[in-house]
């Protein structure tokens, strides 16, 4: 007794300190800090090519790889990946979960009176992936509510808005449990349309390699969104020092340098102003 | 002398240790977060369990009120809401310790009961016995009726260490990359599905007959020398 | 913290839509559990080997992994072999499939308990064994089984949420997405709590009556 006694003490002083060593977020977003850190926390989708988490667990992708770049540049060395629901990530941010958010997460009215957005950096517009042939002849988010088909859409992103916003009953909204998971749902039949930018459509498709699946794009009476990276209000130095750096890339053309090979029009992103999407400043 | 596979057969078969990589990854995270999970129910269970049995109602209406909370809602909804909203109340949590935590707490409720009842199930005459021998109620508790008590809690013990194992399954829904997890980023990359479900099926069946197995040998192992009254 | 009470109030019409869709859940997913578990129970009581060996592995199988993998397997795995069910009906499915393993084994502790008396007699005055289930074992075993059978009933209940995982807009997915829409997660989340949290906590008071009733001498 007295043995398995001991053991029993060693394997709960284990479990307890174990549990601590996985680490307690450090509650930082201060440049000074997280350069002493060495690394900034950031949250990502998995939702190529946006963002991208390997088999092996490295993160890449067009947002990732740019907030990389940008924060290197500032003297911070690393980041430190979770890959989080679209919808997760606001309130993420705002309670000090990760330091930033760097998912492609588009510029919205809406969101930047939650959050601090960078100057825009990934643009695309919206596509719908469909059966081949367009059976149901969709064409815009009106064309789904109309026609009453069912669409799939990832929880918290704007696609899910905009079907709303079309009338689409939400009986008919499937939200997706994963990005990859919606073109399975379409092929099986369970969902007629999966709405998403042209983008991570044309990557399922390619992934996919499947004849009878089909792309429609850009969706008609849907503007191209443009995404920024997400700081907490209260960490403006933080972003105003971002915006700095990533202006100087972007002349530079190292900005360029980094999306275009993912497919983005490094362009796009830098004719358009976050004032301009947030419909005013942020 | 072996004729070489076909270059796309090799290629494949490649793929496929890398999937299968992929999951052992995941089953080695499913069996961490099983044991670390155990270890917390053990230490809520005999803390809620004993609570149960205090003398001071305050103490008693606690272990009741965590009881019964915990064992009000399922895990899936715990898990959630530790990771979700603790945070946004004050306390980050990553997912790791979300799922520990939760999946600890939650079957620390049920483990607190079997607590309860082997303790409560031990003769009166023992604890006459220890009064008969001027033992304090710490040494009564420690050297006469929790070695009794323990090889009665075993059986349910394991059974709860089960649900444990398979309620490990739920924090793949907030990315944690135990088995299940694997299982669907492998389904994901290769569009098989039944492959990368019925590895993990097996697996997971093969963990719990492990711990039914352990604790039935734990269980002879702790009952020698007992009267073996015990039921 | 800030509790948005506004908020709260808002959401609550398309929370109760995800209630009702927990509550047909749990109800149909019994239904199965019951009826399943008492087939499951008696097949593996069979005399003949070829029909309670397979039947034991198989639930064994099921009790021994988690109900979120089978009910994957049931919406991914199956419509490759041909078989499209909907969200629901696969949830269903899994909920009643997976518990049935479980009133399987409270069936199994009832039936046992009859003593060998009644089969004996059964077998003396002619009974089929139609006719021996039917009229003598089943209407002794099944009453000090129903609180033991009721608790799953509310365990099945609680597991509802796990049908979110492949579409089902239960109480759950609801409240997610609610969340995504609005950004914010503390209310949701914590309303799903407070609902199974009242259902529960009156059902373990219920439970107890039951076990009076029909128990009494378990107590």
Redesign the interface.
Known sequence: ?KK?MKHLIV??VL??S??GA????V?AADLEQLKEQGFARIAIANEPPWTMVT?G?EVSGAAPDLARAVLKKLGVNDVVA???EYG?MI??V????FDMVAAGLFIKPERCKAVLFSQPDLCDAESFMIKAGNPLNLKSFADVASSGAKIGVVGGGTEEKLAIEAGVDRANIVVVP?P??GA?LLQDGRIDVYALPVLSISDLLKK?KDPSLAMFAPVENTPIFCAGVAFRKQDSALRNAYDVALAAMKASGEFAAIVEPYGYSADAAMQQTRENLCGGPN | MRRPLSNHTEQVLEQWQ??IG?ILQGAVVTIEIT??GC??A??AAFIAGLGRLSRFWLVRWMATAYI??F????I???L??AY??L????V?L????AG??ALGLNIGAYGAEVVRGAIKSIPREQYEACTALNLTRFQEMRHVIL?QAVVRMLPTFGNNS?ELL?????V??I?L?DM?FQ???V???T?S??VP?LT??LL??LF??TISTVIKRLERH?SRGLDGTGT | ?EWDWEFSIQILPQLWEGVKVTIQATILGTMIAMTLGLLLAIARRSANEWISRPVGVFA??IR???????L??LF??LP?LGLLLSPLTAGVLGLGLHYSTYTAEVYRTGIDAIPKGQWEASKATNLSANQTWTHIIIPQAIPPMIPALANYFVAMF??T??L??ITVLEL?NQARSV?NYHYK??EP??M??LF??AV??PS?ILLRKLEARFAPSNS
């Open positions: 007794m398995t394997a709960i479990g307890v174990l549990t996985t680490g307690m977020p509650l088999t667990g979770s890959v989080s997760a309130p993420g705002q309670a000090r979960r994963d990859q998971s399975k996919a | 890398g999937y992929l044991i670390m270890i917390v053990l230490i019964e909370f064992r009000g809602t399922s899936f909804v715990q959630f809401w979700f909203v945070p946004l109340l004050g980050p990553s997912p790791l310790q520990v935590i070695p089960i398979k309620g490990t399954a739920v793949s829904l990315s990359s299940t299982a669907q980023v389904r994901a990359q569009g599905t039944a479900f993990i099926l997971y069946f719990s007959s702790l | 913290m064994e199988l021994g992994t988690p109900l979120l993998v089978q994957y397997f991914y795995v490759d609680k597991e949420p796990l979110a995982a759950m969340a997660y503390v989340m914590t799903v709590g199974f949290l529960s906590v373990v």
